[in-house]
């Protein structure tokens, strides 16, 4: 499943919230103390978190998309990959330089250390090659979605959505988990704006969408008579990790100390309440989103 949030690269399903093109940063070098950067064990190099911490800096590869990482109209970068990574850099005395890049070339500006971090991916054998992942911070899970005013659907369960018209959209890997209902009827649109559209109308029982897309543009449009009844059925789903966001990393052994710094600080904030408040301001106020995050391990094999 090589997608990033459909990897933010089917555009023709959801539209982008475009922003204005940030310089991208060129590291240069900086003449610092060596003493407070914390060299990397056995190596005399300079760890990236005594980096950071020297410089007061946490340089982020991002890109716009909403409700992950956008732009206002006055240019003021939100979101809550922007949230959850502005008070991570605060802890440790830092503020954020967001390097506005295509997505597609996030990864690599991690990998060779232009940038600290990529906001949530998703975590792939091949990316895993020359990233390192932080723990999860988010389930990207699909969702079971219905007409929050006239529901046709009672329960997300197989039994539910059986013999039902389903709403999905074009080219997502919903088709497929949709394609796995007995007996259901499928009907397909261009965007996941239209498919939502249909749903509350009430041409379609139920649709099939990522939970994030479905409860940003029912907070966005409250006049869209939309609900989130629950996870698709586990029988028809991929497995949860692979639906998992997560934040990407150098491989570097210098960047060591800076995963385990940041682990630490977002299975805090998943623990205590704090990382489901930043989602409640995007309209992700279901626990579905952190369902498990709290215990799950600071490493996941692929």
């Given at each position: 499943?090589?997608?990033?949030y459909?990897d933010?690269?089917?555009?023709?399903?959801?539209?982008?919230?475009?922003?204005?093109a940030?310089?991208?940063?060129v590291?240069?070098?900086?003449?610092?103390?060596l003493?407070?950067?914390?060299s990397?064990s056995?190596?005399?190099a300079?760890?990236?978190?005594g980096k950071?911490?020297?410089t007061h800096?946490?340089?982020?590869?991002?890109?716009?998309?909403a409700?992950?990482?956008?732009?206002?109209?006055?240019?003021?970068?939100t979101?809550?990959d922007?949230d959850i990574?502005?008070?991570?850099?605060?802890?440790?005395?830092?503020?954020?330089q967001?390097?506005?890049?295509?997505f597609?070339?996030?990864i690599?500006?991690?990998?060779?250390?232009?940038?600290?971090?990529?906001?949530d991916?998703f975590?792939t054998?091949?990316?895993a090659q020359?990233?390192n992942?932080s723990?999860?911070?988010l389930?990207y899970?699909?969702?079971?979605?219905?007409n929050?005013t006239t529901p046709?659907?009672t329960?997300?369960?197989?039994?539910?959505?059986?013999?039902k018209?389903i709403?999905i959209?074009?080219?997502?890997a919903?088709l497929?988990?949709?394609?796995?209902v007995p007996?259901a009827?499928?009907?397909?649109?261009?965007?996941i704006?239209?498919?939502?559209?249909?749903?509350?109308?009430?041409?379609?029982?139920?649709?099939l969408?990522p939970?994030?897309?479905?409860?940003?543009s029912?907070?966005?449009?409250p006049?869209?008579?939309?609900?989130?009844?629950?996870n698709?059925?586990?029988s028809?789903?991929?497995?949860i990790?692979l639906l998992?966001?997560y934040?990407?990393?150098?491989?570097?052994?210098?960047?060591?100390?800076?995963l385990?710094?940041?682990n630490k600080?977002?299975?805090k904030?998943?623990c205590n309440?704090?990382?489901q408040?930043?989602?409640?301001k995007?309209?992700?106020?279901q626990?579905l989103y952190?369902s498990?995050?709290?215990?799950a391990?600071?490493?996941?094999?692929?």
């Amino acid at each position: 499943m090589e997608l990033r949030y459909r990897d933010k690269a089917s555009s023709k399903w959801r539209i982008r919230r475009l922003a204005m093109a940030l310089p991208i940063f060129v590291a240069v070098a900086v003449p610092v103390s060596l003493a407070g950067m914390n060299s990397a064990s056995g190596s005399g190099a300079p760890s990236l978190l005594g980096k950071i911490k020297s410089t007061h800096t946490l340089s982020i590869a991002m890109s716009a998309f909403a409700p992950e990482d956008f732009q206002t109209a006055k240019g003021a970068w939100t979101g809550y990959d922007v949230d959850i990574l502005r008070g991570y850099a605060k802890s440790i005395g830092a503020k954020l330089q967001i390097n506005s890049i295509p997505f597609a070339s996030s990864i690599e500006a991690v990998s060779t250390e232009r940038d600290d971090i990529s906001v949530d991916i998703f975590i792939t054998a091949q990316r895993a090659q020359v990233i390192n992942f932080s723990r999860p911070m988010l389930n990207y899970s699909d969702t079971v979605d219905v007409n929050s005013t006239t529901p046709e659907v009672t329960a997300a369960t197989m039994a539910g959505l059986a013999g039902k018209n389903i709403g999905i959209t074009t080219g997502t890997a919903e088709l497929l988990e949709a394609q796995k209902v007995p007996h259901a009827t499928i009907t397909q649109y261009d965007t996941i704006q239209n498919t939502l559209l249909a749903l509350s109308q009430g041409r379609v029982a139920a649709a099939l969408e990522p939970g994030v897309d479905v409860a940003w543009s029912a907070h966005e449009n409250p006049s869209l008579h939309v609900k989130i009844l629950g996870n698709v059925p586990k029988s028809i789903a991929p497995p949860i990790k692979l639906l998992r966001g997560y934040y990407g990393v150098p491989k570097n052994p210098n960047a060591k100390s800076f995963l385990v710094s940041l682990n630490k600080y977002l299975k805090k904030i998943a623990c205590n309440g704090q990382e489901q408040s930043i989602f409640n301001k995007y309209g992700m106020k279901q626990p579905l989103y952190l369902s498990g995050i709290c215990a799950a391990p600071n490493s996941t094999s692929i």
